[in-house]
C-alpha cells in the first residue's frame, strides 16, 4: 500500500513533462503575440517593486496557515513559525508537480508530524480547505456577475461563464447538504467501491477510518463555535490580499485600472488555478488566460502577460523558499515527494 503512491507519482513524470512543453509553447506564443518589447517594457516598470509584491504575497500563505492553526484543537501545540514552514513547503510542492493538492497537503501534514499525529494535522488541513473552498466559490460567483454584468463579452465567454457559475451554484448546495444533513458521502462511496473485488481490497479497511475524520469535519462548527468568524475572515483576507497584488502589479505596470478590473481579473486567475492545476507552476496557461483577460476588459493583452510573468516569479520565490525549508531539514524534493506520496496512503480518505 505505502509504495502504491509513489508508484503513481511516478507514472504522472511523461504527463508532467508533456504538460510542461506544452505550457512552453505557450508561453512562447503569448509572449510574442503581446510583443516582446512591451512586456520586457513592462517588466522593466516593476523592477525593485517586485520586493513590495513579495511582502504583500506573504499575507496569502500566512493568513491561512493562522487559519488552519485555529482548525486544531489546540493550535498551541503547532507553532505558528513550523506550521508556515509546512504550509509553504507543501504548497511548493504542490506547485511542482501535476498531482497539486494530492501531494500537497499530506506533505503538509508529514513536515509536522514530530509535533502532531497525521489524522490530526490531516483532519485540521481538511477543514480549513473547505472553509477556503467555499470562499473561492463565492469569488467565482460574485466575479462571474461582475463581468457579465459591467463588461462586454464575446459569446462563448459569457456562455463559458454562465456554465461555471451553474457548477460553482451545484457544488456550493451540494456541500451545504452534505455539511447540514452530516452526510458521510466519502465512506458510503467507499462502501459501495468496496463490493467490488479491487475496492474491497484497497477500500473497506479503511472506511472506519474516513468515517471519523468525517465526524470531524462535521462536528468542528459545533465543537468550536467561536472560531468561525476569525477562520471566514482570514479567508477573506487571502482574497483581498490577492486583489491588492494585483493593483500593485498593474500600478507598477504603468496600467492603472478600475478596483472592479483588477477584482475581475483576480477572479480569472483563480478559475486558471483550479482548472490547469495539473500544470506545472501554470506555465503557459497564466499568460495566455491573462493576457486574453485583460485584452477583453479593454487593457490590451502585454499588461495581462505581463502581469502573469511578474505572478510567475512570485510563485518561483514562494517555490524556491519551500525548496531551501526543505534543505535545512536535511530532506530533497524527490525523497519528500516520495514520503507525502506515502503519507497520502497512511492518511484515511486521502
Not at 513559525?81 to 500537497?104: C, I, M, N, R, Y
Not at 463579452?153 to 463559458?160: A, D, E, K, N, S
Not at 506555465?283 to 485584452?295: N, P, R
Request: some cysteine; glycine content about 8%; proline content about 4%.
Amino acid at each position: 500500500m505505502p509504495g502504491t503512491a509513489t508508484r503513481s507519482s511516478r507514472n504522472f513524470t511523461p504527463a508532467g513533462i508533456l504538460a510542461g512543453l506544452v505550457g512552453l509553447a505557450l508561453f512562447v506564443w503569448a509572449v510574442r503575440d503581446a510583443g516582446v518589447q512591451h512586456v520586457l517594457d513592462g517588466l522593466r516598470r516593476v523592477g525593485w517593486g517586485f520586493l513590495l509584491i513579495l511582502v504583500v504575497s506573504s499575507i496569502r500563505p500566512l493568513v491561512r496557515t493562522i487559519a488552519w492553526r485555529l482548525c486544531l484543537e489546540s493550535s498551541e501545540r503547532l507553532p505558528l513559525g513550523e506550521a508556515f514552514t509546512a504550509s509553504v513547503t507543501g504548497t511548493a510542492l504542490g506547485d511542482l508537480t501535476p498531482l497539486g493538492l494530492l501531494l500537497s497537503e499530506p506533505a503538509k501534514a508529514m513536515l509536522v508530524r514530530d509535533r502532531l499525529d497525521l489524522v490530526t494535522s490531516f483532519s485540521a488541513l481538511t477543514v480549513e480547505n473547505l472553509f477556503y473552498s467555499v470562499t473561492v466559490l463565492l469569488m467565482i460567483l460574485a466575479g462571474t456577475a461582475a463581468l457579465l454584468v459591467t463588461f462586454s463579452v464575446p459569446p462563448i465567454v459569457r456562455l463559458v461563464s454562465l456554465l461555471l457559475v451553474a457548477a460553482a451554484l451545484a457544488a456550493a448546495l451540494f456541500a451545504a447538504w452534505v455539511l447540514r444533513r452530516r452526510r458521510r458521502v466519502v465512506s458510503g462511496l467507499m462502501t459501495w467501491l468496496g463490493r467490488w473485488p479491487i475496492g474491497r481490497r484497497l477500500l473497506l479497511e479503511r472506511v472506519a477510518h474516513v468515517r471519523e475524520l468525517e465526524d470531524e469535519v462535521f462536528s468542528f462548527s459545533t465543537r468550536h463555535e467561536g472560531r468561525l468568524l476569525p477562520i471566514w475572515l482570514l479567508e477573506g483576507t487571502f482574497h483581498v490580499s490577492a486583489i491588492f497584488e494585483g493593483w500593485i502589479v498593474l500600478a507598477l505596470l504603468g496600467v492603472h485600472p478600475t478596483l472592479l478590473m483588477v477584482f475581475v481579473l483576480e477572479y480569472i486567475d483563480r478559475v486558471i488555478i483550479i482548472v490547469f492545476k495539473f500544470v506545472p507552476l501554470r506555465l503557459g496557461v497564466d499568460e495566455v488566460g491573462t493576457g486574453l483577460a485583460t485584452d477583453m476588459l479593454g487593457l490590451g493583452t502585454a499588461p495581462g502577460v505581463a502581469l502573469a510573468i511578474v505572478r510567475k516569479a512570485r510563485v518561483l520565490f514562494w517555490t524556491a523558499l519551500g525548496v531551501v525549508f526543505l534543505m535545512r531539514r536535511g530532506l530533497s524534493v524527490r525523497r519528500t515527494l516520495q514520503e507525502a506520496g506515502t503519507v497520502a496512503q497512511e492518511i484515511p480518505g486521502s
